[in-house]
């Protein structure tokens, strides 16, 4: 691994004593639920039927007596419902897929830019990056929260910016070579398949001058890590975020690895009991949840991030005093994250529709081979397609393969399997075998 | 004047075909017929039955996804070009002969020949007008 010397960004805040946090938080989040009351009908509904009045918040003591947000209080009020600020001081739009296919929105005001910008920024010092660093950005640049998030912080910053975006790996891999990129930010998934696709591209690890990878946007296990810093010869970092909060930034790791740094000034982490809803302690696994207390675009109370993790509160090697997540083990909703990409069984469902006219017994099976995510979905032959003939079979699978392309904007393989031989459970059907291993 | 034929799903795997037959077999179904197209992962089996109302039933009770489909049955002469020569006339009209499968009976001096075509009705017009001896059900 190459020697990384990561620096604070924001030290006056990264570096808080628990009861400064405590403080800050503290005042941060007494103003803004008294704005989302005053400017989000949905919140002031909420508190209202729970008899809460904006001023039983006193300290972030108080913030259990708050009521959830969803993903479904997010779609329910599509697209700009949950908006606080005046929709003129709302600059930018990002959204995330979502279980209908209905998108999940979110509006910045130019301070949650700001406050975006500035934990990228934070993120990127973890890393030991600094404005003398070219970063290669290959997320996807556009509605998704990637590639935009990391191109604001990143030129903040005052590195040199390569807006590479997703997709054309040919070209990707000759930027890398000729730019001379120092710092690669993409999907794990993505960095893997860039380091395989160098040989037959004729690119040689001595043609790059990589040395930190900035990985997120989906759950990778450590020996992911290990086999990316091996063939990129790099030190990978994992980066948290999800676009309903604010994008990548979220949370970040610095140089010890041992959980990711939560910026908590603006955005307070809670652990809950998914079924309780209660909150538990730090060190206990549950339910992520999210308040964000300096946005003002769409801020979000208590929001549910359906990831499980758990929370550290020890002072970090590092000198950070942030909370630290660890890695996230799995979600409490059926959404799967592959290659990146959200995707609920519900979209595979309307795609095997739309061919077909009606779903037939399926099953999601998601894989990592070789560090790629791959989606394997088996459709049970029943009566409605059932053909004599190999080519009208063969249509339809593929249509189904392509339908699934360009609804979730990822490959998939669909395999036809004689009907009544999938696995099925009792009452609920299994749609989903995930065989992935992120803990390892 | 046309052929009923059953056909069937099956995941290219071992056991499978013995599961149909000896499903029919068990229920004393006989096989006229029966031709098998495959993929790597999977194959439609098509057959014809002594009795193919009743091998419908009992498959699809043993939970088959069956298919029935009417094909055309043609007989021709047991010499060399006898299939080229029906091809022919099918391929002058324009029609496609989407799959075709042919069994000899012992001791007989022709060949039957069943086809699965793009435009059936227009193949049986065109057999008629052309005197091919077509087959049904019976004559099977």
């Not at chain 1, 990316?228 to 990548?248: C, Q, R, V």
């Not at chain 1, 061919?355 to 560090?371: C, E, L, M, W």
């Not at chain 1, 699934?404 to 004689?418: A, C, D, M, R």
């Not at chain 2, 999977?42 to 039933?57: H, S």
Request: a negative charge; glycine letters at 6%.
């Amino acid at each position: 691994m190459k020697n990384i010397n990561d620096y604070i960004y924001s030290p006056q805040y990264e570096c808080m004593t628990r009861s400064e946090m405590e403080a800050l938080q503290s005042e941060r989040l007494v103003k803004l639920v008294k704005r989302v009351y005053d400017n989000v009908k949905v919140y002031r509904e909420k508190m209202d039927a729970i008899k809460l009045k904006p001023e039983d918040i006193k300290s972030v003591a108080d913030l259990s007596k708050l009521p959830f947000t969803t993903k479904q209080d997010l779609r329910n009020n599509y697209p700009f419902g949950m908006l606080c600020d005046d929709k003129d001081d709302i600059v930018r739009l990002h959204a995330s897929s979502g279980t209908t296919g209905k998108l999940t929105v979110v509006g910045y005001s130019q301070r949650d830019l700001d406050v975006w910008q500035e934990c990228i920024c934070r993120a990127l010092a973890m890393a030991g990056i600094s404005k003398k660093d070219i970063i290669h950005i290959a997320y996807g640049y556009g509605l998704f929260t990637g590639g935009l998030g990391l191109h604001d912080g990143a030129t903040k910053m005052g590195c040199a910016v390569v807006p590479a975006s997703s997709g054309n790996t040919k070209r990707q891999l000759s930027l890398l070579k000729d730019f001379g990129a120092t710092v690669l930010a993409c999907t794990p998934s993505y960095a893997v398949y860039l380091a395989t696709e160098m040989e037959k591209n004729g690119i040689n690890l001595a043609d790059l001058k990589l040395r930190v990878g900035i990985f997120g946007a989906e759950p990778w296990s450590d020996s992911m890590r290990r086999e990316i810093e091996k063939e990129l010869n790099i030190t990978a970092f994992d980066i948290y975020g999800l676009s309903e909060i604010t994008g990548p930034g979220v949370a970040m790791e610095c140089v010890y690895k041992n959980g990711s740094h939560v910026q908590e000034d603006h955005f307070i982490p809670e652990i809950i009991d998914p079924v309780t809803l209660e909150p538990l302690p730090y060190g206990e696994e549950g339910e992520l949840v999210f308040t964000t207390i300096s946005k003002t675009g769409q801020p979000l109370i208590r929001y549910r991030t359906r990831d499980i993790t758990s929370l550290n509160a020890e002072k970090c090697a590092c000198g950070r005093t942030t909370v630290r997540m660890n890695k996230v083990v799995g979600r409490d909703d059926d959404m799967l994250i592959i290659r990146g990409v959200n995707v609920f069984p519900s979209q595979i469902e309307a795609a095997i529709m739309n061919v077909n006219g009606i779903a037939p017994h399926y099953i999601i099976y998601v894989d990592r081979i070789g560090n790629l995510d791959v989606m394997e979905i088996h459709v049970e032959v029943n009566e409605s397609f059932a053909s004599d003939n190999i080519g009208d079979m063969e249509i339809l699978r593929r249509k189904i393969e392509n339908e699934i392309q360009s609804y979730l904007g990822i490959s998939s393989k669909v395999k036809l399997v004689e009907q009544n031989t999938l696995p099925r459970s009792e009452g609920k059907a299994v749609r989903v075998v995930d065989k992935r291993k992120f803990t390892e | 004047m046309l052929v009923k034929q059953l056909s069937v799903f099956m995941e290219n795997k071992p056991g499978r075909l013995f599961k149909l037959t000896d499903t029919l077999g068990k229920a004393g179904i006989d096989f006229v017929t029966l031709s098998i197209a495959d993929t790597k992962e999977y194959g439609i089996v098509r057959f014809i039955a002594r009795d193919n109302a009743k091998a419908y039933d009992v498959l699809k009770k043993a939970g088959f996804a069956v298919e029935q489909t009417l094909l055309l049955g043609v007989e021709v002469p047991d010499r060399p070009n006898a299939l080229a020569e029906v091809i022919e006339l099918l391929e002058k009209e324009g029609i496609n002969i989407d799959y075709l499968y042919s069994f000899a009976l012992f001791k007989a001096d022709s060949a039957k020949i069943l086809l699965k075509v793009s435009d059936t009705d227009k193949a049986v017009s065109l057999f008629a007008e052309k005197g091919i001896k077509m087959l049904n059900e019976k004559i099977l």
